[in-house]
């Protein structure tokens, strides 16, 4: 048995009336990559937004289930601002903030109390550097990250989101916005990453999630339909919707 | 066939005659009144005055006009940028917003002799404030409220969602998100709500004739009255005294004007360009 | 491949300083941005408190019908307003203020909506670059300015026009209509231009597709789809001419008699209200000023309420 990270029991998401997610069961490992796939609206975004309670940011969502990160139950027993420090996400768009480099790293520690020069200097290296950016860094910190490639604002972001030493690292469709250049070194990054943090990855690509991902697990219209081995998934599916749409008959 | 292009035609003659209408009249009023102006507006003419004498400079009444925006500006623009901080990142849509949208909306279709009619009796009367500086500039601070807050909210707007997501995903709480993130990308829209706003407070007479009376004197704290450039602009006006200093006058109000909108406008292009 | 190691050197400085008394603090300011949103509120509650206090009683005492339509006959002469005398009618002063709004609103829409045609759908771009500073700088232009030039230039045109025989000089409803009609057309414009912009791109192409020409395509489909964004703008700009003071009383003349051409001596209700108020004794002369407030204000949230419904309408 492997050490489970999060744990998902039952969990319903609602817009008003309308139901995103249905009876939800997962259980994410840790230190794998667990890939989420599925056609577009099946609610995979939506269901990667309640592992860091993204959602509670939009009008009208009404969640019942329980999402436990390491046996404690992140809608019940933690605070919002202490569970997205350890759970950090990527989003689909790279949105470094308009300001320098350094001060996008820094800025997430500078949240969280962090003062002073020397320690921000430490953790800002570093973090570009685990992100595979500091090469391209290093002479710019200090302009403007809105100066950076596509590719780069998106390592940049997660460069920022290491420096707050998540334990989670949650990526919705980061690759989406990237050319296959880029995208490349973003799924090398995610290889070396997941040897010390846990990382769910919703996207779009099939090849993608066969390239780089553990698991897998498939959603449609709301429901999980299937989790499994990657391998298993992409060979040799139980249900007949996962193998429709993993050899590109509907989605 | 023919009959379509006639009415068409006719049309677009009625189109570009009434933009040359309003370009015109634009184009007549300001070299007009410069014209004959501008020969006027000395360096004596915006320094010197003697005390009751309307034949004097406009000195005491740029330092009004300079008091009365200086405050009001400190009272009307942390409270309209709060105000709007409110309604953009915090408010939930419901009874409460709309009563506050429609109120803001209302205060700003309120006439301005109807706000100086309030600040008599409120400011100048009841609170014992007589007719000061700080009388007008409370009246204005209501006045100007409205155009702080729509100008202010169009800003935060218009600051992509992707910055609020990357800033909380990151831990930050949501005030430090407003304050780091938000507010810097908003700036620009700020200041022209601030720029704006001055505009407003220049070319008020009504509102601040009421409040902050009419003396031909140089206020010397904010207690004492005083008359704005606009205010003297209408004595000049109404009792004829002096055409030159009136066209003198107006020359002065209408260029604060065009520096004013030019500024304006220069920072709006650079949000634009920020956020696309 | 480096791991982000910082466990010896951060990991005390990141723990969480986040204390109740953090989140206190934010809910604080929370309520401070709440109190400065609701100050609107207050601001409008308590103008409306004031002027009805104010000038309630005095409507209340010389009769509110009387107040505002009625008049004073006087050994055959027709009185309206002799403070010393206790006479207080506002007819006039309300008709004043119909008329002159009426008449800036027929000249000025039309011009304003053509103008934001033009600029929102045939000017080239170098001329768009030109008009809109233009029609945002007319909007600046401080409204004694514009009092100013009506009286040095409309207001002998006028006088000219009719062959010098006009007792007030020129002074009069029109030089009012027509400083007015100027004033209102940056409002009008700009929520013109806002409205005709908000159309949906299909509208103009399903027509254009159909053989249409540009101009037929502006007035027969853009111009009806934006109708109620040119309405609310109509309103603006009659909030606008209705509630103008300073301008007016430069131009208008200010005499206190029935308006019978537009070449009379008007004096609409702002101009009355701050013309008296310079030497209004206190007691029902001053108060009967701000129950002359009260019939502006009224006339004025009548048509909020109007531009609310519509907005409201829009949004839907």
């Known amino acids: ?251 | 066939m023919k009959k379509r292009n006639l009415s068409d035609n006719f049309m677009k003659l009625f189109i570009i005659l009434s933009s040359i209408i309003t370009l015109g009249t634009m184009i007549w009023i300001l070299i007009y009144v410069i014209s004959n102006g501008i020969a006027h507006v000395s360096w004596e003419f915006l320094t010197e005055f003697q005390e009751g004498q309307i034949e004097g400079g406009i000195f005491p009444y740029i330092i009004s006009t300079l008091y009365i925006i200086f405050i009001t500006i400190l009272i009307a623009t942390p409270i309209g940028i709060f105000s709007a901080i409110y309604l953009v990142e915090y408010a939930k849509p419901g009874k409460i917003v709309r009563i506050i949208r429609f109120a803001t909306e209302s205060l700003a279709g309120i006439p301005s002799i109807v706000f100086g009619l309030f600040g008599l009796i409120f400011f100048v009367t009841m609170l014992g404030f007589r007719w000061s500086m700080l009388s007008g500039a409370l009246t204005l601070s209501i006045m100007v409220l409205p155009t702080v807050v729509r100008t202010t909210e169009e800003s935060l707007k218009a600051v992509p969602n992707i910055y609020r997501e990357g800033s909380l995903g990151l831990g930050a709480s949501k005030l430090r998100t407003i304050r780091k993130v938000i507010l810097p990308s908003a700036l620009p829209g700020i200041l022209t709500a601030v720029i704006l706003s001055i505009g407003r407070i220049i070319g008020e007479t009504a509102a601040v004739f009421l409040t902050a009376g009419t003396a031909k004197a140089l206020p010397k704290s904010i207690m004492d009255g005083g008359r704005t450039l606009s205010v003297h602009m209408y004595y000049l006006a109404k009792e004829g005294i002096s055409m030159d200093k009136a066209y003198a006058t107006a020359t002065v109000l209408i260029l604060v004007v065009i520096v004013i909108n030019f500024i304006a406008n220069k920072l709006a292009s650079r949000l634009n360009k920020k956020n696309s | 491949m480096e791991r982000v190691d910082n466990s010896n050197i951060s990991q005390a400085s990141l723990n969480m300083k986040k204390s109740k008394s953090t989140v206190l603090w934010e809910k604080f300011v929370e309520k401070i941005f709440f109190i400065s949103a609701c100050m609107a509120i207050i601001s409008i509650a308590t103008i409306t408190i004031f002027i009805f206090a104010k000038g309630g009683p005095a409507m209340l005492e010389i009769g509110i019908f009387n107040f505002m339509f009625g008049t004073t006959e006087l050994g055959g002469k027709v009185y309206l307003w002799q403070p010393g005398a206790d006479i207080y009618h506002i007819i006039t002063m309300i008709l004043s203020s119909i008329y002159i709004t009426l008449g800036a609103i027929i000249i000025g829409v039309p011009i304003g909506i053509l103008t934001a045609v033009f600029i929102a759908e045939i000017a080239p771009k170098w001329l768009v670059k030109i008009m809109k500073p233009a029609v945002e700088l007319l909007a600046g232009i401080p409204s004694v300015v514009y009092g100013f030039f009506g009286l040095i230039i409309i207001v002998p045109m006028i006088y000219e026009a009719y062959g010098r025989q006009l007792k007030g000089g020129g002074n009069s409803m029109l030089a009012a209509i027509i400083i007015l009609s100027i004033m209102i057309l940056p409002t009008i414009i700009n929520i013109s231009i806002a409205a005709i912009k908000a159309v949906p791109i299909e509208y103009k192409e399903g027509s254009l597709a159909m053989g249409a020409t540009h101009i037929q395509t502006i007035f027969k489909v853009m111009i009806p789809a934006a109708k109620s964004g040119i309405f609310a703008a109509v309103i603006l700009g009659i909030g606008r001419a209705i509630g103008e003071t300073m301008a007016v009383i430069l131009v208008a003349g200010n005499s206190i008699k029935f308006p019978t051409s537009i070449s009379d001596s008007v004096r609409p209700m702002t101009a009355h209200i701050a013309l008296e108020m310079s030497y209004a004794s206190p007691g029902l002369h001053e108060n009967s000023l701000f129950a002359t407030g009260i019939v502006l204000f009224v006339f004025i949230m009548l048509l909020n309420i109007a531009l609310n419904f519509i907005t409201h309408k829009v949004g839907e």
């Open chain 1, 1 to 251: 048995m492997n050490n489970m990270k999060i744990t998902v029991k039952d969990l319903n998401l609602y817009y008003g009336d309308f139901q995103a997610l249905k009876n939800i069961n997962i259980d994410i490992e840790e230190r794998k990559i667990t890939a989420l796939i599925g056609p577009s609206g099946c609610g995979k975004s939506t269901f990667i937004k309640t592992l860091n309670r993204m959602n509670d940011l939009i009008e009208g969502v009404k969640i019942d289930g329980n999402v436990m990160l390491d046996g404690e139950d992140i809608y019940k027993d933690v605070d919002v601002i202490k569970l997205r420090k350890r759970v950090g996400m990527v989003f689909q768009k790279p949105n470094p903030f308009p300001m320098s480099v350094y001060d996008n790293v820094a800025y997430g520690p500078r949240s969280h109390g962090v003062k002073k020069k020397s320690i921000l200097d430490e953790i800002v290296e570093k973090s570009l550097r685990s992100a595979a950016i500091w090469d391209e860094a290093k002479d710019r910190l200090k302009k403007n990250a809105l100066g950076f490639s596509g590719g780069q604002q998106q390592r940049l972001c997660i460069a920022r989101a290491l420096a707050v030493e998540p334990e989670v690292l949650l990526m919705d469709e980061p690759t989406s916005a990237l050319d296959p250049i880029a995208t490349g070194r973003i799924e090398e990054l995610t290889e070396d990453l997941k040897k010390e943090y846990t990382i769910v990855i919703v996207t779009h690509s099939m090849q993608q999630a066969g390239r780089i991902s553990d698991k897998t697990a498939f959603f449609l219209l709301g429901d999980l339909i299937e989790m499994g081995d990657t391998k298993k998934i992409f060979s040799n599916p139980d249900d007949k919707r996962t193998e429709d749409y993993i050899t590109g008959r509907f989605g």
